[in-house]
């Protein structure tokens, strides 16, 4: 079992930044591959990033490529996202999510996720 807890979320401007945090415990955190999603009011959750175990391969939906990032400390059990030039529509909230399976497009799929946070609120005005 793995518990995942997010937090760093909160309101911006648009064009500002924020820094989400996931912090996990009950599993060796090298062992799975990490990645956010997030969940607008009345629509599905999405694929945001994923990091690989170690940390050197990375996925990105296209509509943040550039602007946010996805990192993770194995020795401090945490995988983080930097978000960038925040815009409205980033509106959401923000999964965490581990899954056991090495990262491949596969894991692009929120179904291949093995355990999920609770969320975090991110909120952009314009």
């Known amino acids: 079992q793995v518990q995942l807890v997010e937090s760093g979320g909160g309101l911006v401007q648009a064009g500002g930044s924020l820094r989400l945090s996931c912090a996990a415990s009950?599993?060796?955190?090298?062992?799975?591959?990490m990645a956010w999603f997030r969940q607008a009011p009345g629509k599905e959750r999405d694929f945001v990033a994923a990091?690989?175990?170690?940390?050197?391969?990375?996925y990105y939906t296209n509509s943040v490529k550039g602007r946010f990032t996805i990192f993770r400390d194995n020795a401090k059990n945490t995988v983080f996202l930097q978000m960038n030039s925040l815009k409205p529509e980033a509106t959401a909230v923000y999964y965490c999510?581990?899954?056991?399976?090495?990262?491949?497009?596969?894991?692009?799929?929120?179904?291949?996720?093995?355990?999920w946070g609770q969320g975090t609120q991110v909120t952009v005005s314009s």
């Open positions: 999510a581990a899954a056991s399976a090495p990262l491949t497009s596969r894991l692009l799929d929120r179904a291949e996720y093995d355990y």
């Open positions: 009950g599993r060796t955190f090298s062992d799975y591959t």
């Open positions: 990091i690989g175990w170690s940390g050197r391969i990375k």
